[in-house]
T-cell receptor, first 113, second 115 residues
């Protein structure tokens, strides 16, 4: 069965510093991986996805994610954090049947000024 | 395009009451789905639809019904609300049914409290 783990409930970084939000996955077959962001009292916004090809995926708002097949990881990164990046971040994998996204529990990112 | 819209934004129910959460999309997407979000549990799939007239159960379907009479609309019905159904509900859609590479687009959510 597919699963996603986000090992950190919260990540704290200072503005201007690089940030990493971790995600590991377990799938049978090809992994189709997604990152979403949820701002307070808002819906989920799509950031980026990995389907195939280049292991470094670039997405919205300056975010990128690195796919590592050997470590079964798909960590979200940004070179320089902004206070406005503070939000709840979800990693997800699409199940092989295409019926659902399997979500991690989410990681709260807090960027201090 | 308005994207995925949901109504109401907030709802308070008493145990045993019924209600319908509305979801609509104007992108002509084939696939639509309902998730619930609970603290520390991420989002879990309730029901999904791969096209008008076709629905199926997800991970947590008990206590919920759905129907899909048109491509645009996918309402979620709570038959007899229970406190365990207190949650935030999200509707999502994607262009092609059962295409695992498609991006799902989410509505703004409905926050439901059952007393």
């Amino acid at each position: 069965a597919q699963s996603v783990a986000q090992p950190e409930d919260q990540v704290n970084v200072a503005e201007g510093n690089p940030l990493t939000v971790k995600c590991t996955y377990s799938v049978s077959g090809n992994p189709y991986l997604f990152w979403y962001v949820q701002y307070p009292n808002r819906g989920l916004q799509f950031l980026l996805k990995y389907i195939t090809g280049d292991n470094l995926v670039k997405g919205s708002y300056g975010f990128e994610a690195e796919f590592n097949k050997s470590q079964t990881s798909f960590h979200l990164k940004k070179p320089s954090a902004l206070v406005s990046d503070s939000a709840l971040y979800f990693c997800a994998v699409r199940d092989q049947a295409g019926t659902a996204l399997i979500f991690g529990k989410g990681t709260t990112l807090s960027v201090s000024s | 395009n308005a994207g995925v819209t949901q109504t109401p934004k907030f709802q308070v129910l008493k145990t045993g009451q019924s209600m319908t959460l509305q979801c609509a999309q104007d992108m002509n997407h084939e696939y639509m789905s309902w998730y619930r979000q609970d603290p520390g549990m991420g989002l879990r799939l309730i029901h999904y639809s791969v096209g008008a007239g076709i629905t199926d159960q997800g991970e947590v379907p008990n206590g919920y019904n759905v129907s899909r009479s048109t491509t645009e609309d996918f309402p979620l019905r709570l038959l007899s609300a229970a406190p365990s159904q207190t949650s935030v509900y999200f509707c999502a859609s994607s262009p092609n049914s059962l295409a695992p590479t498609d991006t799902q687009y989410f509505g703004p959510g409905t926050r439901l409290t059952v007393l």
